[in-house]
């Protein structure tokens, strides 16, 4: 069973922000959270990956709650070429046990 | 740092034939192997995981015998579909871990194989 999840779809406009939500309850104290992007036909890509609190890079923001239940990845200021699945993980890069994904998000944006 | 070639990226191969699926780990060494399938418009789907020189475990529903997973490298898995079936066509990714926290989870580009 995946250890998370998240809302199916979301739509967004060019421009704006996007913020997609993933509960993690049962998540553990070894675990990271990490998000991917997918467009179709290729194999996930890396986006973040947090602990706890706030974690920026150069393409999104990862919002992380003291009891780390949840998380929040935030996409600013979204264009065409971001429509696609985004999954959100949890997982214990020490134990290296393998990745259950959830049904992840798809995300359109549009014109 | 992390890259993973994949390759073929698609392959099409008559009912009955068997298919290899090569994945490398270009600057780390792979000590665990991950392979995924997916269906489309579904999600990724653990089939089996390796560990270097040992034999794959392999998750409930998926035949052993049908899909070989070889990882006698820390640098090379092969996954070897023998016997496709139309129904055997999806998107085959692999995901090479590195052991330690320091390596993060990486993904193959994929194949697409498609049985005909």
């Known amino acids: 069973l995946a250890k998370t999840t998240q809302p199916i779809s979301m739509d967004s406009y060019e421009g704006q922000e996007v913020n997609i939500t993933c509960s993690h309850n049962n998540i553990a104290t070894n675990d990271y959270i990490t998000w991917y992007q997918q467009f179709p036909s290729q194999g996930p890509r890396f986006i973040i990956q947090g602990y706890k609190t706030k974690v920026t890079n150069e393409v999104a923001s990862l919002f992380i709650p003291a009891d780390r239940k949840s998380s929040t990845l935030s996409l600013p200021r979204v264009s065409l070429s971001d429509t696609a699945v985004y999954y959100c993980?949890?997982?214990?890069?020490?134990?290296?046990?393998?990745?259950?994904f959830g049904k992840g998000t798809t995300l359109s944006v549009s014109s | 740092g992390a890259v993973v070639s994949q390759h073929p990226s698609r392959v099409i191969c008559k009912s009955g034939t068997s298919v290899k699926i090569e994945c490398r780990s270009l600057?780390?060494?792979?000590?665990?192997m991950f392979w995924y399938r997916q269906f489309p418009k579904q999600s990724l789907m653990l089939m089996a995981t390796s560990n270097e020189g040992s034999k794959a475990t392999y998750e409930q529903g998926v035949e052993k015998d049908k899909f070989l997973i070889n990882h006698a490298s820390l640098t090379l898995s092969t996954l070897t579909v023998t016997s496709a079936h139309p129904e055997d066509s999806s998107f085959y990714i692999c995901?090479?871990?590195?052991?330690?926290?320091?390596?993060?989870?990486?993904f193959g580009s994929g194949t697409r194989l498609t049985v005909v």
């Open positions: 993980l949890v997982g214990d890069n020490q134990a290296g046990t393998a990745l259950i």
């Open positions: 600057d780390f060494q792979a000590t665990t």
């Open positions: 995901s090479p871990k590195g052991q330690g926290a320091n390596y993060g989870y990486t």
